[in-house]
């Protein structure tokens, strides 16, 4: 079992940066996928980003590329999203998650946080 809790979103201007933080649990955490995904209002969920735990390897969605920086601390057990050059468009309900598969489908995770909303304003 892996558990995950996201914190760090809130209110934001255009232009600005959040860092978003999932703190994981569960024993065989060191060899999962943490990814990122975000799911705005009537639209389905999107993969942002995804780093392999065990060594650092990171995939990006095409859109986030050069804005969004995924890390992990290993020591903290803690996962992190760090969004720089917001855009209003950016506004949704970010998940972290869990999973055994590099990928941006969000079918291939199998654990998921609850969510934190991030607001950016024009």
């Known amino acids: 079992q892996v558990q995950l809790v996201e914190s760090g979103g809130g209110l934001v201007q255009a232009g600005g940066s959040l860092r978003l933080s999932c703190a994981a649990s569960g024993r065989t955490f060191s060899r999962a996928i943490m990814g990122w995904f975000r799911q705005a209002p009537g639209k389905e969920r999107e993969f942002v980003a995804a780093?392999?735990?065990?060594?650092?390897?990171?995939y990006y969605a095409d859109s986030e590329k050069g804005r969004f920086t995924i890390s992990r601390d290993n020591a903290r057990n803690t996962g992190y999203l760090q969004m720089n050059i917001l855009k209003p468009e950016n506004t949704a309900v970010y998940y972290c998650a869990a999973g055994w598969k590099m990928d941006y489908d969000p079918g291939d995770y199998d654990y998921w946080g609850q969510g934190t909303q991030v607001t950016v304003s024009s």
């Open positions: 780093i392999r735990w065990s060594i650092g390897t990171t």
